[in-house]
C-alpha cells in the first residue's frame, strides 16, 4: 500500500515529506530505510518473513522515489525530523517499532535511535554508512568551499574519472570502489542525486560514541549484516560500532553490497526473524 507522508507541524521554512510503501498486515512496526538510488519498494523482499506478525513501513529518502524537500545544500534538519516522525507515530498509533536501515538509509535510523530510544525494540543495519564519516565523504561536503569543487567534479564527470583513476592509481582507493563511483557518473539525474544526498545528509552524521551509551542504556539488540564482497562498506567502516556497542550480532553474508537487502531476507527466511 502506498501512502503520502505527513508534513510536520514546524515545516514553513523547510517543508518536506516522505513517501512511505506498506507491506504486511501485523500489528508491530518496522520503519526501513532504503540506499542510494532506491526507493522503500525494496523491502518487499522482507513482505514474505513478516507477514502476519509486522508491519513494513518502507520510507523514500529525501530526493528519491516519491519524497520531496525544499533544501538549497542547507542539510536535514534534525528537529524538522523528528518532528516529522512524532506525527507519524501518532497518525498511525505506533508505540514501538523495530529500525532497518541500509547503506546510506542507516544515516536515518542511527537518528531515529538517538530520537526515541524508548521506543526502539531492535536495529538491523545491512552494510551501515554513517558510522565513521569517510574521509572523501567529509572533504567533499565539509565546507562551503569543498561543497563548491564537488559540484564542479559532478557538473563535469569527465574531470571526476580522470581524478578517480588517479586515486586508484596512487592506491588511494580500492580499484572495485574506483570502478563503482565511475559507473555513477553516466546519468546527469543520478550525478544531482548523488550531489543532493551526499550534501544534505551531511548533518546526520553522528557521535557513534554517544550512540552506543543510548543503546547500552535502553539495551537495544543491533544485528549488522555485512558483505564478504563489498567494497562500498567494509568491515572497517563498522568497526566503531562493534567496539562500542554491547548488544550486537555481526553476520557476514558472501555477497557483494547490491545484493544485500535480498540475502538479509533470505537469511531471516531461513533462520527466523
Not at 8 to 15: E, T, Y
Not at 35 to 61: M, P
Not at 130 to 154: E, K, P
Request: proline share 3%; glycine share 8%.
Amino acid at each position: 500500500m502506498l501512502i503520502s507522508g505527513v508534513k510536520q507541524k514546524r515545516s514553513d521554512s523547510n517543508p518536506f515529506k516522505l513517501h512511505v510503501s506498506r507491506f504486511g498486515n501485523g500489528d508491530q512496526a518496522i520503519l526501513a530505510f532504503h540506499g542510494f538510488g532506491q526507493e522503500g519498494s525494496v523491502y518487499r523482499e522482507f513482505e514474505k518473513i513478516v507477514d502476519g506478525t509486522f508491519q513494513i513501513h518502507a520510507f523514500d529518502l529525501p530526493f528519491h522515489g516519491k519524497s520531496s524537500m525544499n533544501l538549497v545544500e542547507t542539510g536535514v534538519n534534525k528537529e524538522l525530523l523528528k518532528d516529522f516522525f512524532e506525527a507519524y507515530f501518532k497518525l498511525n498509533g505506533i508505540s514501538s517499532f523495530i529500525l532497518v536501515g541500509y547503506s546510506i538509509g542507516a544515516k536515518f535510523t542511527l537518528n531515529l535511535v538517538n530520537f526515541f530510544p524508548d521506543k526502539v525494540n531492535r536495529l538491523i543495519l545491512i552494510a551501515p554508512d554513517g558510522l565513521r564519516i569517510n574521509f572523501w565523504y567529509r572533504l567533499a561536503t565539509g565546507t562551503s568551499i569543498s561543497r563548491r569543487i564537488f559540484r564542479f567534479f559532478m557538473e563535469h564527470p569527465g574531470l571526476f574519472v580522470k581524478f578517480t583513476d588517479l586515486l586508484a592509481f596512487l592506491k588511494l582507493i580500492h580499484p572495485s570502489v574506483g570502478r563503482f563511483a565511475k559507473s555513477q557518473m553516466s546519468d546527469k539525474q543520478n550525478r544531482q542525486l548523488i550531489y543532493d544526498s551526499w550534501v544534505n545528509y551531511r548533518t546526520l552524521n553522528i557521535d557513534i560514541h554517544q550512540l552506543g551509551k543510548v543503546i547500552d542504556l535502553y539495551q537495544i539488540p543491533v544485528e549488522i549484516f555485512l558483505g564478504e564482497k563489498d567494497r562500498v562498506i567494509s568491515t572497517d567502516a563498522v568497526k566503531p560500532l562493534i567496539r562500542e556497542f554491547h548488544h550486537i550480532k555481526v553476520h557476514v553474508l558472501p555477497v557483494g553490497h547490491s545484493r544485500l537487502i535480498e540475502d538479509t531476507a533470505a537469511y531471516y527466511k531461513r533462520e527466523g526473524f
